[in-house]
Each structure stands twice: as structure tokens, then as C-alpha cells.
């Protein structure tokens, strides 16, 4: 079973932060926090990893609670192209990925 | 850089017949991994190689599935005598085995439709 738990669905208004929660709290001490995103029937795509701290790329930022049980990915400007099944993964170095449901996030215009 | 190539995109074959699946990873990366959706479902993992080594085949649904690696290179995953139920999109991803990162690049899938 997957380690995250995440809201299955969110709407976000094209041009404004999306932020897609997801809660971890049995995550163990060497277990990164992974964000994975597959649009419409595509592979999933890699966006963003983190272990404590928080992080930030060209794609999006994550946001990782002090005590690492929770995380937040945050699409700065969303835009239609976002539109995608967002997942919340936590595994260690070259683990498989155990996928969830994952959030699925509409971008309006 | 190329990504992860999968072949074909697409295959319709007959309930008994045998279908073999390639995934070639990003050049240098030791890790490939199998992961399938069938209909409905969530994203499942079949097996990891790393390099030739078969590091964890647990997801593997039963022996009618062979995955190879030859060389450590490409893939083949092989189904013999496909079934109604092995339809599905199946997915390759391949990673690095050094440093801090470990993310997983993902092929744009094989369409897998047993008639």
C-alpha cells in the first residue's frame, strides 16, 4: 500500500499557486519525499525531491513540515498544461515506487 | 540527452499468443524498472534490475511474465500466453545508482490490448 495520503481531486484557477498537499506521517528516517505528475496517458514525469529541507526548481518548490509527515507541492503559476494526476511518493535511494490514487488537478482557465 | 524509449507503443494480439515488450534506458543508468497499469487501477510494480541482476521481481504477477536484461542494457519483458487480463499500459523507468539522486525516468509506455 502507498505511504501517502492525498486528496483526490483540486481545482485551481489557470495563473494562480496550485498547492497539493499530502501527508506522510510513517515516512522513516531515509526516505525522501518524491513528486511525480503524468499527464493524460504519458509515463509519470519526475518533478521535485526532498528529505528535510525545502526545495525548489524550474518546475515547482516543496515544502516539507519540520517534523517530514507532511509536504506541499507548489506550482507557482499553474497553467492548462498542469492539468495531471499529481503523486506523493516517499522511498529510499533505488526502491520501487508504490503509486497511490494521487491528486488529480484541474487547471480552469 | 535521449529519455526512455519503449517498443512498440502499441500492440493488439490474441488471448494465447506471446508479445515481447523492449524498454531501452537512459544511457548509464543502472537501474530499470517494469511498472504496468491495467484498466481502472493504480500504477503497479512488476520487477528492478539492477545492471543484469534481477534486485526485486516481487511484483511480477505470475510465470506466464519474463523479464530479461541482457548485457545490462535494454530490457525485454515478455508475456507467454498472454491473457484478457494483461492488458494495460506497461511502463519502463531507469534511474542512476549513485549520489543523492534516485528519481525515476518513466518511457511514454507500452498499450498492451489482448483480445
Known amino acids: 500500500d502507498a505511504k501517502t495520503t492525498q486528496p483526490p481531486s483540486m481545482d485551481c484557477a489557470e495563473g494562480r499557486a496550485a498547492n497539493l498537499p499530502c501527508n506522510h506521517s510513517?515516512?522513516?528516517?531515509?526516505?525522501?519525499v518524491y513528486w511525480y505528475r503524468q499527464i493524460h496517458s504519458q509515463g509519470p514525469q519526475y518533478i521535485i525531491h526532498?528529505?528535510?529541507n525545502n526545495e525548489t526548481n524550474e518546475m515547482a518548490s516543496l515544502i516539507i513540515t519540520e517534523d517530514r509527515k507532511s509536504s506541499t507541492l507548489i506550482l507557482p503559476h499553474a497553467t492548462l498544461r498542469d492539468t495531471a494526476v499529481y503523486y506523493c511518493i516517499v522511498y529510499y535511494r533505488d526502491d520501487k515506487i508504490i503509486f497511490g490514487k494521487g491528486t488529480r488537478l484541474h487547471i480552469l482557465p | 540527452e535521449a529519455g526512455v524509449t519503449q517498443f512498440p507503443s502499441h500492440s493488439v494480439i490474441e488471448k494465447g499468443q506471446t508479445v515481447t515488450l523492449r524498454c531501452d534506458p537512459i544511457?548509464?543508468?543502472?537501474?530499470l524498472y517494469w511498472y504496468r497499469r491495467v484498466m481502472g487501477k493504480e500504477i503497479k510494480f512488476l520487477l528492478h534490475f539492477v545492471k543484469e541482476s534481477k534486485q526485486d521481481e516481487s511484483g511480477m504477477p505470475n510465470n506466464r511474465f519474463l523479464a530479461e536484461r541482457t548485457g545490462g542494457t535494454y530490457s525485454t519483458l515478455k508475456v507467454q500466453p498472454a491473457e484478457l487480463e494483461d492488458s494495460g499500459v506497461y511502463f519502463c523507468?531507469?534511474?542512476?545508482?549513485?549520489?543523492?539522486?534516485?528519481?525515476?525516468?518513466f518511457g511514454p509506455g507500452t498499450r498492451l490490448t489482448v483480445t
Open positions: 523507468a531507469s534511474s542512476l545508482t549513485s549520489g543523492s539522486r534516485y528519481e525515476q525516468y
Open positions: 510513517t515516512i522513516s528516517g531515509n526516505e525522501y
Open positions: 544511457s548509464g543508468h543502472d537501474n
Open positions: 526532498g528529505l528535510k
